[in-house]
């Protein structure tokens, strides 16, 4: 096991008991434009966020999350700055010295687009809340995404990929945990 798989264990049972998958059947990639919302089976949490958006257009990604912040995880080249289908991002991508699978990092600021709207990437969306702060959990094939609300139109996301999708998702709950608290309380 990977010395980082035993704390992220810890990490992601915490974040998931929270967390619930409600949609029957098969799991099928959305539309562009989802057709329903995720639901959660637990009633609503008390969300801190307000409705307004602007205050995520003020987040840096650059500063939710670090290279000092995940150092614990792998060494990471700098940061790079992203912009791409309606978000700003800060990248993380990790010093290979072997063909070992190794995580890469991100964060990523949605300013016009909810939780509520995230994409099932075919394998289910996981709802529910970190610190009371509505998520959605987006495990994918090699990676994991982690939706955080900023207000009711705005999201923070964590992305991990290079891991299998258990260990991405994991990892993804440790790095919540560090971004959530850099978010607005609105």
Known sequence: ????????????????????????????????????????SSSPSTSRQSDDGASASSLDPCTLLTKDDISSFATFEDAKETEMGGARGCDFYPVRTDASDLPSIGVAVRESQSVDSVNDEGLGIN??????????QVPTHGGCIIAMAVGDSSRVDVTVTGLDTQESCDLASQVAEIVEPKLPEG
Request: proline content about 10%; aromatic content about 2%; charged content about 15%.
């Open 127 to 136: 709802t529910g809340d970190l610190n009371g702060r509505d998520l959605a």
């Open 1 to 40: 096991m990977r010395p980082f798989a035993l704390l992220a264990s810890g990490a992601a049972l915490l974040l998931l008991t929270a967390c619930s998958s409600d949609e029957p059947g098969s799991a099928e990639p959305m539309s562009e434009t989802p057709t329903s919302q995720p639901q959660s």
